[in-house]
Protein backbone atom coordinates (compact mmCIF):
# COMPACT_ATOMS: atom_id res chain seq x y z
CA UNK A 1 0.00 0.00 0.00
CA UNK A 2 2.77 2.36 1.04
CA UNK A 3 4.38 1.69 -2.15
CA UNK A 4 1.03 2.46 -4.36
CA UNK A 5 0.50 5.69 -2.81
CA UNK A 6 4.37 6.70 -3.37
CA UNK A 7 3.97 5.89 -7.22
CA UNK A 8 0.69 7.74 -7.31
CA UNK A 9 2.03 10.99 -6.08
CA UNK A 10 5.62 11.29 -7.69
CA UNK A 11 3.67 10.26 -10.85
CA UNK A 12 1.01 13.22 -10.51
CA UNK A 13 3.71 15.58 -9.16
CA UNK A 14 6.08 14.48 -12.77
CA UNK A 15 2.67 14.99 -14.92
CA UNK A 16 1.54 18.41 -13.64
CA UNK A 17 5.24 19.52 -14.10
CA UNK A 18 5.68 18.01 -17.53
CA UNK A 19 1.87 19.14 -18.61
CA UNK A 20 2.75 22.84 -17.36
CA UNK A 21 5.96 23.50 -18.47
CA UNK A 22 7.30 23.94 -14.81
CA UNK A 23 10.35 22.20 -12.70
CA UNK A 24 9.44 19.63 -10.90
CA UNK A 25 11.40 21.93 -7.58
CA UNK A 26 9.14 24.74 -7.99
CA UNK A 27 6.15 22.76 -7.45
CA UNK A 28 7.32 21.16 -4.28
CA UNK A 29 8.26 24.98 -3.17
CA UNK A 30 5.24 26.30 -4.21
CA UNK A 31 3.57 22.74 -2.02
CA UNK A 32 5.46 23.87 0.90
CA UNK A 33 4.36 27.66 1.14
CA UNK A 34 0.92 26.33 0.76
CA UNK A 35 1.18 24.13 3.88
CA UNK A 36 2.16 27.08 5.62
CA UNK A 37 -0.11 29.32 4.56
CA UNK A 38 -2.81 26.42 5.82
CA UNK A 39 -1.25 26.10 8.87
CA UNK A 40 -1.44 30.17 9.68
CA UNK A 41 -5.10 29.99 8.61
CA UNK A 42 -5.89 28.04 11.49
CA UNK A 43 -3.21 29.48 14.25
CA UNK A 44 -3.20 33.17 13.94
CA UNK A 45 -0.65 35.26 15.32
CA UNK A 46 2.52 33.01 14.51
CA UNK A 47 5.63 33.95 13.05
CA UNK A 48 6.22 31.85 9.69
CA UNK A 49 9.65 32.56 9.81
CA UNK A 50 9.81 30.27 12.85
CA UNK A 51 8.07 27.52 11.01
CA UNK A 52 9.23 25.33 8.37
CA UNK A 53 7.63 22.92 5.78
CA UNK A 54 8.40 19.24 4.63
CA UNK A 55 7.28 17.74 1.81
CA UNK A 56 8.03 13.71 1.33
CA UNK A 57 8.25 13.68 -2.82
CA UNK A 58 7.76 10.26 -2.52
CA UNK A 59 5.15 9.68 0.02
CA UNK A 60 3.67 13.16 -0.63
CA UNK A 61 3.77 13.52 3.59
CA UNK A 62 3.84 16.90 5.04
CA UNK A 63 4.41 18.11 8.42
CA UNK A 64 5.07 21.53 10.35
CA UNK A 65 8.33 22.00 12.01
CA UNK A 66 9.09 24.35 14.61
CA UNK A 67 12.79 24.90 15.42
CA UNK A 68 13.39 21.70 14.43
CA UNK A 69 10.44 19.90 16.40
CA UNK A 70 7.28 18.07 14.38
CA UNK A 71 3.86 20.54 15.33
CA UNK A 72 1.84 18.98 13.02
CA UNK A 73 -1.27 19.18 14.18
CA UNK A 74 -4.02 16.37 13.60
CA UNK A 75 -5.88 15.85 10.69
CA UNK A 76 -4.06 19.01 8.63
CA UNK A 77 -3.40 16.75 5.90
CA UNK A 78 -6.99 17.33 4.19
CA UNK A 79 -6.92 21.48 4.82
CA UNK A 80 -3.37 21.40 3.94
CA UNK A 81 -4.25 19.31 0.47
CA UNK A 82 -6.86 22.08 -0.36
CA UNK A 83 -4.83 24.70 0.52
CA UNK A 84 -2.19 23.56 -1.66
CA UNK A 85 -4.08 22.65 -4.37
CA UNK A 86 -5.61 25.96 -5.17
CA UNK A 87 -1.65 27.83 -4.56
CA UNK A 88 -0.69 25.43 -6.81
CA UNK A 89 -2.74 26.05 -9.41
CA UNK A 90 -2.01 30.01 -9.09
CA UNK A 91 1.45 28.98 -9.48
CA UNK A 92 0.96 26.76 -12.20
CA UNK A 93 -0.80 29.75 -14.02
CA UNK A 94 1.55 32.20 -13.34
CA UNK A 95 4.09 30.20 -14.67
CA UNK A 96 2.39 29.10 -17.71
CA UNK A 97 1.78 32.78 -18.10
CA UNK A 98 5.18 33.29 -18.18
CA UNK A 99 6.93 30.68 -20.55
CA UNK A 100 3.67 31.72 -22.91
CA UNK A 101 5.04 35.95 -22.59
CA UNK A 102 8.59 34.36 -23.31
CA UNK A 103 7.75 32.40 -26.39
CA UNK A 104 5.40 35.72 -27.70
CA UNK A 105 8.73 38.08 -26.65
CA UNK A 106 11.04 36.20 -29.65
CA UNK A 107 7.98 37.11 -32.30
CA UNK A 108 7.68 40.79 -31.71
CA UNK A 109 7.84 42.17 -35.01
CA UNK A 110 6.64 39.49 -36.77
CA UNK A 111 2.51 38.86 -38.07
CA UNK A 112 0.55 36.26 -36.42
CA UNK A 113 -3.05 34.70 -37.66
CA UNK A 114 -5.55 34.80 -35.32
CA UNK A 115 -9.73 35.07 -34.36
CA UNK A 116 -11.29 37.73 -32.51
CA UNK A 117 -12.95 36.95 -30.04
CA UNK A 118 -14.55 39.27 -27.93
CA UNK A 119 -15.12 43.58 -28.04
CA UNK A 120 -13.85 44.89 -24.94
CA UNK A 121 -15.60 48.61 -24.83
CA UNK A 122 -13.85 49.65 -28.08
CA UNK A 123 -10.85 47.21 -27.46
CA UNK A 124 -10.61 44.06 -29.16
CA UNK A 125 -9.40 40.62 -27.90
CA UNK A 126 -7.95 38.71 -30.42
CA UNK A 127 -7.36 34.54 -30.06
CA UNK A 128 -3.75 34.37 -31.81
CA UNK A 129 -3.33 30.37 -30.43
CA UNK A 130 -1.96 29.71 -26.83
CA UNK A 131 -2.96 33.18 -25.47
CA UNK A 132 -5.14 36.08 -26.19
CA UNK A 133 -3.84 39.45 -27.35
CA UNK A 134 -5.38 43.20 -26.95
CA UNK A 135 -6.11 45.75 -29.67
CA UNK A 136 -7.14 48.97 -29.14
CA UNK A 137 -8.41 51.39 -31.09
CA UNK A 138 -5.00 53.11 -31.67
CA UNK A 139 -4.40 49.98 -33.85
CA UNK A 140 -7.50 49.23 -35.85
CA UNK A 141 -7.91 50.31 -39.44
CA UNK A 142 -10.29 53.00 -39.40
CA UNK A 143 -13.70 52.29 -41.45
CA UNK A 144 -12.68 48.39 -41.05
CA UNK A 145 -15.60 46.71 -39.72
CA UNK A 146 -14.98 43.71 -37.35
CA UNK A 147 -16.98 40.91 -36.34
CA UNK A 148 -16.93 37.63 -33.92
CA UNK A 149 -15.19 34.65 -35.07
CA UNK A 150 -13.43 36.81 -37.84
CA UNK A 151 -10.47 35.29 -38.81
CA UNK A 152 -7.38 38.13 -39.61
CA UNK A 153 -3.48 38.76 -39.81
CA UNK A 154 -2.06 40.76 -37.41
CA UNK A 155 1.40 42.72 -36.26
CA UNK A 156 2.69 42.05 -32.99
CA UNK A 157 3.71 45.13 -31.88
CA UNK A 158 4.93 44.80 -28.39
CA UNK A 159 4.42 43.27 -24.74
CA UNK A 160 3.73 45.78 -22.19
CA UNK A 161 2.11 45.68 -18.30
CA UNK A 162 -1.54 46.48 -18.15
CA UNK A 163 -4.08 46.74 -15.68
CA UNK A 164 -3.92 42.66 -15.23
CA UNK A 165 -0.05 42.29 -16.00
CA UNK A 166 1.36 41.92 -18.96
CA UNK A 167 -0.46 42.07 -22.14
CA UNK A 168 0.53 41.23 -26.19
CA UNK A 169 -0.68 44.36 -28.32
CA UNK A 170 -1.10 43.77 -31.84
CA UNK A 171 -2.30 45.73 -34.50
CA UNK A 172 -4.15 46.06 -38.19
CA UNK A 173 -2.81 49.48 -38.80
CA UNK A 174 0.91 49.32 -38.76
CA UNK A 175 3.32 49.66 -41.20
CA UNK A 176 4.90 46.11 -40.24
CA UNK A 177 1.83 44.68 -41.48
CA UNK A 178 2.44 45.32 -44.96
CA UNK A 179 6.08 44.31 -44.74
CA UNK A 180 5.25 40.85 -43.03
CA UNK A 181 2.49 40.01 -45.39
CA UNK A 182 5.02 41.11 -48.62
CA UNK A 183 7.27 38.95 -46.76
CA UNK A 184 4.45 35.95 -46.32
CA UNK A 185 3.37 36.27 -50.15
CA UNK A 186 6.77 37.34 -51.96
CA UNK A 187 9.54 34.81 -51.71
CA UNK A 188 12.30 37.03 -52.85
CA UNK A 189 11.84 39.36 -50.03
CA UNK A 190 11.60 36.72 -47.42
CA UNK A 191 14.52 35.50 -49.04
CA UNK A 192 16.44 39.04 -48.73
CA UNK A 193 16.88 39.10 -52.60
CA UNK A 194 14.23 42.36 -52.85
CA UNK A 195 14.58 44.48 -49.93
CA UNK A 196 11.68 46.71 -48.51
CA UNK A 197 13.07 50.22 -48.09
CA UNK A 198 10.79 51.78 -46.71
CA UNK A 199 6.79 52.29 -46.42
CA UNK A 200 4.24 55.16 -45.84
CA UNK A 201 0.51 54.19 -45.44
CA UNK A 202 -2.86 55.65 -44.47
CA UNK A 203 -4.65 52.39 -43.40
CA UNK A 204 -7.84 51.79 -45.18
CA UNK A 205 -6.88 54.24 -47.97
CA UNK A 206 -3.20 53.84 -49.57
CA UNK A 207 -0.20 52.74 -49.03
CA UNK A 208 3.22 53.32 -51.10
CA UNK A 209 6.08 50.89 -50.26
CA UNK A 210 9.61 51.29 -51.81
CA UNK A 211 11.28 48.31 -53.06
CA UNK A 212 14.85 47.35 -54.25
CA UNK A 213 17.72 44.54 -55.09
CA UNK A 214 21.33 44.65 -55.68
CA UNK A 215 21.04 41.33 -57.57
CA UNK A 216 21.06 41.32 -61.28
CA UNK A 217 18.66 39.79 -62.96
CA UNK A 218 15.69 40.55 -60.65
CA UNK A 219 13.06 43.37 -60.89
CA UNK A 220 12.16 44.37 -57.81
CA UNK A 221 8.42 45.62 -59.03
CA UNK A 222 7.79 43.19 -60.62
CA UNK A 223 8.96 40.52 -57.97
CA UNK A 224 6.19 42.27 -55.50
CA UNK A 225 3.34 42.49 -58.26
CA UNK A 226 3.76 38.86 -58.92
CA UNK A 227 2.12 37.48 -62.59
CA UNK A 228 -0.70 39.22 -63.63
CA UNK A 229 -0.56 41.24 -59.92
CA UNK A 230 -1.93 37.47 -58.11
CA UNK A 231 0.86 38.10 -54.85
CA UNK A 232 -0.16 42.08 -54.62
CA UNK A 233 -3.92 41.54 -54.66
CA UNK A 234 -2.73 38.47 -51.99
CA UNK A 235 -2.08 41.31 -49.69
CA UNK A 236 -5.38 43.17 -50.86
CA UNK A 237 -7.28 40.95 -50.22
CA UNK A 238 -6.35 40.91 -46.58
CA UNK A 239 -7.67 44.26 -46.38
CA UNK A 240 -10.82 43.27 -47.52
CA UNK A 241 -9.91 45.06 -51.05
CA UNK A 242 -10.26 48.64 -49.42
CA UNK A 243 -6.69 49.74 -48.99
CA UNK A 244 -4.74 50.56 -52.33
CA UNK A 245 -1.09 49.51 -52.45
CA UNK A 246 1.47 51.18 -54.69
CA UNK A 247 4.83 49.46 -55.54
CA UNK A 248 7.76 51.86 -56.32
CA UNK A 249 11.75 51.25 -57.41
CA UNK A 250 13.62 53.02 -54.71
CA UNK A 251 16.41 54.47 -56.18
CA UNK A 252 19.09 56.74 -54.26
CA UNK A 253 18.69 59.50 -56.89
CA UNK A 254 16.32 61.97 -55.41
CA UNK A 255 15.46 63.34 -59.15
CA UNK A 256 14.44 60.04 -59.95
CA UNK A 257 13.15 58.65 -56.35
CA UNK A 258 10.86 61.80 -56.49
CA UNK A 259 9.21 60.78 -59.75
CA UNK A 260 8.60 57.16 -59.43
CA UNK A 261 7.14 57.91 -55.75
CA UNK A 262 4.15 60.24 -57.72
CA UNK A 263 3.11 57.03 -59.45
CA UNK A 264 1.07 55.96 -61.29
CA UNK A 265 1.46 59.58 -62.85
CA UNK A 266 3.82 59.67 -65.74
CA UNK A 267 6.12 61.67 -68.11
CA UNK A 268 6.99 64.50 -64.85
CA UNK A 269 9.85 66.56 -64.75
CA UNK A 270 11.48 67.41 -60.79
CA UNK A 271 13.80 70.61 -60.35
CA UNK A 272 15.62 70.63 -56.87
CA UNK A 273 15.89 72.76 -54.38
CA UNK A 274 18.59 70.41 -51.44
CA UNK A 275 19.03 73.18 -49.51
CA UNK A 276 15.50 73.71 -48.69
CA UNK A 277 14.58 69.72 -49.12
CA UNK A 278 11.72 70.83 -52.12
CA UNK A 279 10.98 69.33 -54.99
CA UNK A 280 9.37 71.28 -58.17
CA UNK A 281 7.15 68.97 -60.55
CA UNK A 282 6.04 69.82 -63.33
CA UNK A 283 3.51 67.46 -64.83
CA UNK A 284 1.47 67.78 -67.86
CA UNK A 285 -1.90 68.09 -67.60
CA UNK A 286 -3.80 65.04 -68.17
CA UNK A 287 -1.32 63.73 -65.65
CA UNK A 288 -2.06 66.22 -63.10
CA UNK A 289 -4.85 64.76 -61.39
CA UNK A 290 -3.45 61.80 -60.74
CA UNK A 291 -0.06 62.74 -59.38
CA UNK A 292 -1.99 64.70 -56.90
CA UNK A 293 -4.40 62.02 -56.19
CA UNK A 294 -7.53 62.49 -53.78
CA UNK A 295 -7.68 65.09 -52.02
CA UNK A 296 -3.76 65.37 -52.52
CA UNK A 297 -3.25 61.95 -50.78
CA UNK A 298 -0.45 60.95 -53.61
CA UNK A 299 1.29 63.56 -53.39
CA UNK A 300 1.30 63.58 -49.35
CA UNK A 301 2.39 60.29 -49.33
CA UNK A 302 5.50 60.56 -51.78
CA UNK A 303 6.72 63.31 -49.60
CA UNK A 304 6.47 60.96 -46.87
CA UNK A 305 8.55 58.45 -48.54
CA UNK A 306 10.90 60.73 -50.08
CA UNK A 307 11.41 63.26 -46.89
CA UNK A 308 11.22 66.35 -49.63
CA UNK A 309 8.33 68.97 -49.41
CA UNK A 310 7.07 68.59 -52.96
CA UNK A 311 5.00 71.16 -55.63
CA UNK A 312 3.22 69.87 -58.47
CA UNK A 313 2.69 72.25 -61.37
CA UNK A 314 0.61 72.11 -64.23
CA UNK A 315 0.50 73.92 -67.70
CA UNK A 316 -3.02 75.47 -66.22
CA UNK A 317 -1.19 77.29 -63.33
CA UNK A 318 -2.13 74.71 -60.94
CA UNK A 319 -0.03 74.43 -57.80
CA UNK A 320 0.18 71.96 -55.45
CA UNK A 321 2.12 72.20 -52.45
CA UNK A 322 3.21 69.16 -49.84
CA UNK A 323 3.96 70.80 -46.47
CA UNK A 324 6.38 69.13 -43.93
CA UNK A 325 3.62 68.86 -41.62
CA UNK A 326 1.20 66.97 -43.86
CA UNK A 327 -0.39 69.48 -45.09
CA UNK A 328 -1.98 69.66 -48.72
CA UNK A 329 -2.90 73.22 -50.00
CA UNK A 330 -3.56 73.45 -53.85
CA UNK A 331 -3.68 77.13 -55.47
CA UNK A 332 -5.26 78.32 -58.45
CA UNK A 333 -3.59 81.09 -60.25
CA UNK A 334 -6.06 83.08 -62.45
CA UNK A 335 -4.72 84.15 -65.88
CA UNK A 336 -6.36 85.90 -69.40
CA UNK A 337 -6.49 83.71 -72.48
CA UNK A 338 -4.76 83.69 -74.57
CA UNK A 339 -6.88 81.85 -77.13
CA UNK A 340 -8.08 84.90 -78.77
CA UNK A 341 -4.51 85.81 -80.34
CA UNK A 342 -3.91 90.29 -79.97
CA UNK A 343 -7.49 90.98 -80.74
CA UNK A 344 -8.61 90.56 -76.78
CA UNK A 345 -5.31 92.84 -75.84
CA UNK A 346 -6.67 95.77 -78.57
CA UNK A 347 -9.88 95.79 -76.78
CA UNK A 348 -8.75 96.08 -73.43
CA UNK A 349 -6.60 98.85 -74.55
CA UNK A 350 -9.33 100.26 -76.43
CA UNK A 351 -11.06 100.74 -73.68
CA UNK A 352 -8.90 101.88 -71.37
CA UNK A 353 -8.20 104.71 -74.12
CA UNK A 354 -11.89 105.33 -74.30
CA UNK A 355 -12.14 105.97 -70.09
CA UNK A 356 -9.05 108.49 -70.41
CA UNK A 357 -11.21 110.30 -72.81
CA UNK A 358 -14.14 110.60 -71.33
CA UNK A 359 -12.33 111.97 -67.96
CA UNK A 360 -10.04 114.78 -70.13
CA UNK A 361 -13.30 116.17 -72.24
CA UNK A 362 -15.40 115.89 -68.90
CA UNK A 363 -18.04 113.49 -70.80
CA UNK A 364 -20.02 110.16 -69.75
CA UNK A 365 -18.36 107.58 -71.17
CA UNK A 366 -20.63 105.79 -73.50
CA UNK A 367 -21.26 102.01 -72.73
CA UNK A 368 -20.50 100.17 -76.08
CA UNK A 369 -21.17 96.72 -76.94
CA UNK A 370 -17.80 94.31 -77.60
CA UNK A 371 -18.35 94.65 -81.32
CA UNK A 372 -18.48 98.76 -81.16
CA UNK A 373 -15.46 98.54 -79.11
CA UNK A 374 -13.72 96.35 -81.81
CA UNK A 375 -14.47 98.48 -84.72
CA UNK A 376 -13.10 101.62 -83.17
CA UNK A 377 -10.47 99.72 -82.24
CA UNK A 378 -9.40 98.49 -85.48
CA UNK A 379 -10.37 101.78 -87.62
CA UNK A 380 -9.37 104.52 -85.02
CA UNK A 381 -7.16 106.47 -87.84
CA UNK A 382 -9.71 105.74 -90.65
CA UNK A 383 -12.76 108.07 -91.40
CA UNK A 384 -15.96 107.63 -89.79
CA UNK A 385 -17.71 105.95 -92.90
CA UNK A 386 -15.29 103.59 -93.07
CA UNK A 387 -15.58 102.94 -89.59
CA UNK A 388 -19.35 101.61 -89.80
CA UNK A 389 -20.05 98.36 -90.94
CA UNK A 390 -20.31 97.50 -94.47
CA UNK A 391 -23.92 95.22 -93.35
CA UNK A 392 -25.32 98.27 -92.65
CA UNK A 393 -25.69 100.04 -95.99
CA UNK A 394 -25.25 98.73 -99.24
CA UNK A 395 -23.01 100.39 -102.64
CA UNK A 396 -26.01 99.61 -104.36
CA UNK A 397 -28.47 101.70 -102.68
CA UNK A 398 -26.26 104.57 -101.80
CA UNK A 399 -24.94 105.13 -105.34
CA UNK A 400 -22.49 108.12 -106.05
CA UNK A 401 -23.90 110.23 -103.10
CA UNK A 402 -22.25 108.24 -100.89
CA UNK A 403 -19.06 107.90 -102.81
CA UNK A 404 -18.94 112.12 -102.07
CA UNK A 405 -20.40 111.70 -98.54
CA UNK A 406 -17.41 108.68 -98.07
CA UNK A 407 -14.87 111.81 -99.55
CA UNK A 408 -16.20 114.37 -97.44
CA UNK A 409 -15.89 112.48 -94.44
CA UNK A 410 -13.19 114.09 -92.29
CA UNK A 411 -11.19 111.53 -89.71
CA UNK A 412 -11.81 110.74 -86.23
CA UNK A 413 -9.28 112.27 -83.43
CA UNK A 414 -8.74 111.11 -80.15
CA UNK A 415 -11.46 113.58 -78.32
CA UNK A 416 -14.27 112.14 -80.46
CA UNK A 417 -13.46 108.64 -80.07
CA UNK A 418 -16.06 108.19 -77.86
CA UNK A 419 -18.89 109.48 -80.16
CA UNK A 420 -17.41 108.15 -83.01
CA UNK A 421 -19.94 104.99 -83.58
CA UNK A 422 -23.26 107.35 -82.43
CA UNK A 423 -22.38 110.03 -85.23
CA UNK A 424 -21.39 107.28 -88.26
CA UNK A 425 -24.89 105.69 -87.37
CA UNK A 426 -26.66 109.38 -88.12
CA UNK A 427 -24.88 109.57 -91.67
CA UNK A 428 -25.99 106.72 -92.41
CA UNK A 429 -29.24 107.04 -92.17
CA UNK A 430 -29.19 110.23 -93.95
CA UNK A 431 -27.37 108.36 -96.97
CA UNK A 432 -30.60 106.28 -97.08
CA UNK A 433 -32.96 108.77 -97.21
CA UNK A 434 -31.53 110.46 -99.90
CA UNK A 435 -31.17 107.36 -102.19
Same mark, same amino acid.
Given at each position: ???????????????????????????????? $??????????? %????????????????????????????????????????????????????????????????????? $??????????NIIVDIGKTEALM???? &????????? $?????????????????????????????? @????????????????????????????????????????????????????????????????????????????????????????????????????????????????????????????????????????????????????????? %?????????????????????????? *????? @????????? &??? @????????????????? *????????????????? *???????????????????????????
Amino acid at each position: MPAIQRSEFALALNQVASERGVDVDVVIDTVK $NAILAAYRKDH %AGVELEEFTAELNPNTGEAKILHNGEDVTPPGFGRIAAQTAKQVILQKIREKEKEAILSDYRVRVGTIV $NGMILRFAGQNIIVDIGKTEALMPVSE &QIPGERYHL $NQRLSFYLVEIREGLKGEEIIVSRSSNGLI @EGLFRREVPEVAQGSVQIKDIVREPGNRSKVAVYSNQSGIDPVGSCVGQKGVRVQAIIQEFSGMEKIDIIQWSDDPKTYISQSLSPAKNVRVEMDEKEKVAHVFVPPEELSLAIGKDGQNVRLASRLTGYRIEIEGKDELLVSQDSDGQTQVE %ATEKVSTGQGDKTDEKIETAAKTEST *AEETG @ESPVEETPE &QVT @EVAVHKDAPVAEAVSSE *AITSAEAGPKVAEEKSD *ATPVDGDSQASAPEDATEKTDDTKDSA
